[in-house]
């Protein structure tokens, strides 16, 4: 992978390395040649500027490859077409290192590379560092050189280095240093490559009646070049003054300048400078221009966006000039105030006279301020009256731009913004916040007001509100409990199940609904327990975003406990405690169910007392009572914690047995009788013993329903009271008409006596 990246910034390397070689070989060539056409060496030399500029438009510096290629293509094309190899091995020296000085210098004093000409200035300096400066320097190291070597006159060597790289930077360097594909693109049509083919044509052709009209009359051959310098493209423009350089060229070589010979002997006597300040004067004119033309254009554009833009945003521009006594303001702030165009110009302080009176002394106290240096800039809000008479606000901001040399403000400039409807807003905002707070502080006397506790949580889940009730109830102070989450200060269980019954968070795309609990049980700081009756409400605002919830909760243990009671008095008898009938029979018909449903079959038992109508008889209905406490604490505590006790009425009870034995059932009848037996009642000083008398049957799958199993004990109990009481007897379905006839017969004897 590293291998691939590396080879694609090399290979283009070793490109750009062949092109600069290649190149240089082309333009060399063409110089060498043209000076075969007399003799010297070259009176124009191509090659340095063609390298200069390919070398100077390249996103990197130059490189060992790139001056291998540089020598190699100097040393190819002197070797080639050169006999001396003493200087064919010296020229690619003194080439490259002038090449490389060059971008040195120009990188040193115009810019980074790649080298980018925007403007006049700087292809001058581009112009005279590396046509003029670093070719001189090459000049001078290579005349006495080549002048010792091989016997060339020092200074007509020198000046033919000299001014033959300065006519080849002229002609070459404007169009190879602003040649783009845009500047291509733009001559691939047809009538734009036509308009720049008929100029370049014109202006040659004048280039080259100027010889033949006299020695030297560059002015007449530059004079069409600087005509159409400030209307042309600045590419356009370098193509254009290359050709006619290119044309004073061929003119001079083929003779149509009298006096100056034939060949590259027409360049004698400075020909090539004089050509090269023909051809480039122009182009900088023209670039000049252009650069000026572009910079108003600039101007004009950013003047244009930026009066768009304050027009767009509403905003007026005042501009005050104390040299000229008088103010200016723009057409927007003219129509912000309902006047016409330039009708508010004019005397400095008019504007003062539209301010509210009210607003007059803050906007002056901050004029001054910034007059006398205290403020960075002016800025104030206030009224002004418009033409038609209406008061609108206004935002100034202003700063001086100018002062004398007292520190005297000379120019300010600063703009104005109609802040009508930000100021209404900002009212409706105000009485709007007013009322909410209104509204907010009523919420909070109320909240701390009313009997119910609340708590607020946030998102989060973290306690946001806590009323003082909140507090009593939970322990726990407002200050210490806001901010702190919920499970911290408020720990609320059902009763019954136990979970925890915490606000959550509703499902997404869900509101939420309150969620009220009357078996809530809150768990204090200290450890202690509190009945509550609670309300989590979910706060959900209108995209359906979760906010908190609202917990409103009372303290529910007198109700709880009322509830309780009326609840333990509904299912148990009010004399004995023991169940009363009716809470009696809703069990045994569960219990009946239950069994049918494959659950253990259990036994009943039916009791009566003997003997108990005598109490009431000889001691009263008081005594009565205290003796069926007495006798109902003793059947409980001959039974089991699982069996089920119950008054039914009167002296009958009845017992539900955990166990379906029939044997457990005999034991805790015997056990019954004797508890009953046993039990010593007195009252107002007569003793009192009393028996019962048991039927016992079980309860199974093909027992009948409830009131057949407690007919058949209750005939089982009589038939044991026709055995002769403080017995027990055990009737099964089987024997239903056996017990049945004895307890008719126990009934019938009673009722009898």
Not at 455 to 462: E, H, L, S, V
Not at 728 to 749: H, K, W
Request: glycine share 10%; hydrophobic share 50%.
């Amino acid at each position: 992978m590293k291998a691939g990246v590396t080879a694609g910034p090399r290979s283009a390397e070793y490109a750009g390395a062949a092109l600069l070689a290649a190149g240089f070989f082309v333009a060399g060539a063409i110089s060498i040649l043209l000076s075969r056409l007399g003799e010297g060496i070259a009176g124009v030399w191509f090659a340095n500027a063609f390298a200069f500029a390919l070398m100077a438009r390249r996103n990197r510096l130059p490189s060992m490859v790139d001056c291998a290629a540089l020598f190699l293509g100097s040393f190819v094309v002197n070797g080639l077409l050169s006999l001396n190899m003493v200087m064919a091995l010296l020229l690619p020296l003194i080439n490259t290192a002038q090449v490389l000085l060059s971008l040195l210098l120009v990188r040193r004093f115009v810019g980074d590379i790649p080298l980018k000409v925007a403007s006049a200035r700087e292809f001058v300096l581009v112009l005279v560092l590396a046509g003029g400066v670093a070719t001189a320097a090459a000049a001078l190291v290579f005349a006495p050189i080549a002048s010792l070597l091989d016997g060339w006159p020092p200074l007509w060597t020198g000046w033919t280095v000299l001014s033959g790289n300065v006519l080849g930077y002229a002609i070459l360097l404007p169009p190879l240093l602003f040649i783009s594909r845009r500047n291509l693109a733009a001559l691939a049509h047809l009538r734009a490559a036509l308009r720049l083919a008929a100029v370049c044509v014109a202006c040659g052709v004048v280039a080259c009646v100027s010889l033949v009209l006299g020695q030297f009359p560059f002015v007449l051959a530059m004079l069409p070049l600087m005509i159409v310098a400030p209307r042309m493209a600045v590419f356009e423009l370098a193509l254009t003054c290359a050709f006619t350089g290119a044309a004073l060229m061929a003119g001079a070589m083929t003779g149509l300048a009298p006096g100056l010979g034939h060949g590259i002997g027409a360049f004698r006597g400075g020909f090539q400078i004089a050509a090269a300040i023909t051809v480039s004067t122009p182009f900088m004119v023209g670039l000049f221009v252009h650069q000026i033309t572009e910079g108003r254009r600039r101007i004009a554009d950013a003047e244009t966006r930026w009066n768009f833009a304050l027009a767009s945003a509403g905003q007026g521009v005042w501009d005050l000039d104390l040299r000229r006594g008088c103010v200016r303001y723009s057409a927007t702030w003219a129509k912000m105030l309902g006047y016409e165009e330039q009708e508010l110009d004019g005397e400095p302080d008019h504007w003062l006279t539209l301010v509210h009176p009210d607003d007059r002394a803050a906007v002056v106290k901050a004029d001054n301020a910034h007059l006398e240096g205290t403020t960075s800039h002016f800025e104030a809000e206030f009224r002004m009256r418009r033409k038609d008479g209406e008061w609108i606000w206004i935002l100034d901001r202003g700063k001086v731009v100018e002062r004398d040399a007292d520190g005297r403000m000379l120019r300010a400039i600063g703009s104005l913004t109609d802040i009508t409807q930000r100021k209404e807003a900002e009212q409706r905002l105000i009485v709007s916040a007013a009322m909410l707070a209104a509204e907010k502080e009523r919420l909070r006397v109320t909240l701390h007001s009313i009997g119910d506790a609340v708590i607020c949580t946030d998102a989060a889940g973290c306690i946001s509100f806590m009323n003082p009730v909140a507090e009593k109830l939970t322990g726990s102070a407002s200050g210490d409990a806001l901010g702190q989450p919920l499970d911290q200060v408020y720990r609320a269980i059902d009763e019954e199940t136990g979970r925890s019954l915490g606000p959550g968070r509703p499902a997404d795309g869900h509101p939420g609904r309150p969620d009220q609990n009357s078996r809530a049980v809150l768990l204090r700081q200290d450890g202690t327990r509190c009945s509550i009756r609670q309300i989590v409400s979910p706060i959900v605002n209108e995209q359906g975003v979760f906010g908190g919830s609202v917990i409103v909760f009372q303290d529910f243990t007198d109700a709880r406990t009322l509830q309780r009671q009326l609840a333990h008095a509904a299912a148990h008898d009010a004399l004995t405690g023991l169940a009363n009938r009716s809470s009696f029979m809703r069990a045994m018909e569960e219990i009946v169910a239950q069994v049918k449903a494959g659950s253990a079959p259990r036994q009943f038992m039916f009791i009566d007392l003997d003997r108990f109508k005598l109490v009431n008889d000889t001691s009263g209905h008081a005594a009565g009572d205290a003796l069926l406490k007495r006798v109902g604490s003793a059947i409980r505590g001959a039974l089991g914690p699982d069996d089920i006790v119950a008054r039914l009425g009167g002296d009958e009870f009845a017992v539900v047995l955990e166990s379906g034995a029939a044997a457990h059932a005999e034991a805790a009848a015997a056990a019954i009788i004797e508890a009953v037996r046993t039990a010593d009642f007195a009252w107002n000083g007569a003793a009192h013993t009393i028996g019962a008398s048991i039927g016992i049957t079980a309860i199974g799958p093909g027992c009948g329903e409830a009131d057949e199993i407690i007919a058949r004990a209750d005939a089982a109990c009589y038939a044991a009271k026709a055995a002769g009481r403080g017995c027990a007897f055990t009737a099964s379905p089987a024997q239903q008409e056996v017990v049945q006839a004895a307890g008719l017969a126990v009934r019938t004897a009673a009722s009898g006596s």
